[in-house]
């Protein structure tokens, strides 16, 4: 004990080199919140740079898939946010780049039966005239196009994420909250691979799915996101993406389920004015949001990190059955959702779904967070 | 000529025997706006009674189907809302008994994978403790219960009514509004009877489906209907009892269609004060609604009718191509939507998608409707 005071910082680089996770938590106090992110990493919007930001969260790794990206765009992505807000401790780990069942000529024959999907990630045809390496319409899974936020410099871990996952939550059983913003490959696979994993997680956060989500600011891009929510209430790409993944998700035997839907995000919108507001920081991190982020897109994962940070932000949820349908119809991919006495009760479970937010409040804690400089 | 002008009273007799529907156009202008009802009838509410007191309408028959009740109880009650309005002379023809393909034993094993459905029409099990011979819950499609609205003496013609519906059709060709407020079976079956029956009416309206309902009206009602609109947004009664029905339906060449769904039933109400206001008319029609109506209820079919009969009540409407899901899963008898350029075009049509009703001027209009005394 007298070694580990009086070495602390030797002991904490051998267990750099060793577990650079269990370094990572050994450097703070033992009462920080333990998490893991999985996430289709665009950007620097999203979970997790709030999560990094947080200052009693330790990020154990954050494990990237494909979804509105190819799985290598979001590593990408996800190096250069641990760059940007100076936590290259924090492993990126790579996990799955294909959905477990889904594929793009099965989604081409699908959109012939049941209509055209407006946005199917990287198998999103290129905007006419659209420049060369967009990120939609991505041609081949290993192409990586120059990032908006600069380019990293970092390299990802060599492990695979879902093993990753796994061995962080033994490691730390009933103690991480996982925080899935993306396509549930990684956490299904996860699943798979340890029965036990869904039981020893503390909780699961995710942003995925819709109910019946409703126009709620007079602006123009919320009408214009809310005319989609007229023909398609019931989908989401994070679970349209990969449905089958969702459904052994929502089958998991987590101890504790929260789920942000579409529904919130209505009440959300990116702003220039919010933007704006977070000037006098001047960290990397503000500038790059500042500089990078298009006003105009309500908040989809900020919500999922900001409710778990900040609870009270939640105005209403329901504690609803929850379930994806993984039919090959129509409904494939939709969200299903039944109050405990309409459930069938054939493996889906209750989870607590967030169905609105207050917006002041949530961007009072959100603009801390982004303004928080971390000495370290 | 000149001797139909002279024995007109004679002419119009000979066609009262021969096509008594033409009679009853004969006896007023022929400027009348020709209508077919085909309906679930319940009580005296719905699209009959306010299209029998039209003054501009020509009410060609009313046909029944089962939906909320068995055929047989809807037929007592198109029976009886003719008897009350003092319109007899409307032939009353009963149809379908059964969906065409959904069944009993079918709608238990989808429940037992999907969930409870709240509404089963004749099928959903009689509420503990309820009173035998409720119209939910009756056994036997031959028992018919007492109505609240006095049992008919009149007797329904013996005609089937999807051959009564071709038979109009023919007779006036491309004059016909086809009115459908529940179940689609026998608009199907017309259709299967004859090709050209969709072509040959002038349009359709109806009364079936739902895209994104909210909660509009902030009363008790309104909010416990609301709370379904959350797990089941997609889900109508006229159309689960019958889903290949509607999208046969959907599917038909009809000149033009006008769906009225659930969504602009959110900013409707039956109330005490409307029905209170009625009570100056002291007719048959008026008494019996305001004694016999259970306040509270969002209007439908009411709806329907008075959109067909007053359109600048609209105050949201959109341009859709509508069908219906007939796989047999948990979409089950869903609405399915798309605007033109995400639609698949597989035999779905545009349709007119009422979205929002001005509920006072529709109530103006309806009020000045039920207290119209008729001089016959």
Redesign the interface.
């Known amino acids: 004990m007298r070694r580990v005071l009086r070495f602390g910082v030797g002991w904490a680089l051998i267990l750099a080199l060793a577990v650079p996770v269990a370094a990572s938590s050994g450097r703070d106090a033992p009462t920080k919140r333990l998490v893991l992110i999985d996430d289709d990493v665009v950007g620097l919007s999203g979970a997790p740079a709030l999560l990094l930001q947080a200052p009693d969260v330790e990020v154990l790794g954050i494990t990237t898939t494909s979804g509105s990206v190819w799985r290598d765009t979001a590593t990408a992505y996800a190096l250069r946010t641990v760059e940007i807000v100076g936590r290259t401790d924090v492993p990126v780990v790579p996990g799955a780049t294909y959905p477990l069942l889904n594929n793009e000529a099965a989604t081409a024959r699908w959109?012939?039966?049941?209509?055209?999907l407006?946005f199917k990630g990287p198998w999103t045809a290129p905007a006419p005239g659209g420049a060369s390496g967009a990120e939609a319409g991505t041609p081949s899974p290993a192409v990586v196009p120059s990032l908006s936020i600069g380019n990293p410099v970092t390299k990802p871990s060599s492990e695979i994420a879902a093993a990753f996952l796994v061995r962080m939550v033994r490691a730390h059983p009933h103690q991480i909250t996982l925080f899935a913003t993306g396509p549930m490959t990684n956490i299904a696979i996860a699943q798979s691979l340890d029965p036990s994993f869904a039981a020893n997680v503390k909780e699961l956060v995710y942003m995925g799915g819709s109910?019946?989500?409703?126009q709620t600011l007079d602006t123009p891009a919320a009408a214009a996101f809310a005319r989609g929510?007229?023909?398609t209430?019931?989908r989401e790409f994070n679970i349209r993406w990969d449905p089958e993944a969702a459904r052994i998700m929502a089958h998991g035997a987590w101890p504790k389920v929260t789920m942000v839907p579409i529904d919130p995000s209505t009440g959300t919108q990116w702003t220039r004015a919010f933007l704006g507001s977070l000037k006098p920081a001047h960290t990397p991190l503000t500038d790059a949001l500042r500089t990078g982020l298009e006003p105009g897109f309500p908040m989809w994962d900020e919500i999922a990190a900001m409710v778990w940070l900040e609870p009270g932000i939640v105005t209403r949820a329901?504690t609803?059955y929850i379930d994806f349908?993984t039919?090959q119809?129509?409904?494939y991919g939709?969200t299903?959702?039944?109050?405990a006495?309409?459930?069938?009760h054939?493996g889906e479970r209750a989870q607590t779904v967030v169905?609105r937010v207050d917006r002041a409040k949530m961007e009072t804690a959100m603009r801390a967070l982004y303004m928080r400089r971390i000495r370290r």
Chains 1, 2 share one sequence.
């Open positions: 959109e012939a039966l049941y209509g055209r407006e109910l019946s989500p409703q929510f007229l023909d209430p019931r329901e609803l349908d039919s119809t129509a409904g939709d299903l959702s039944w109050q006495a309409d459930s069938p054939l169905l």
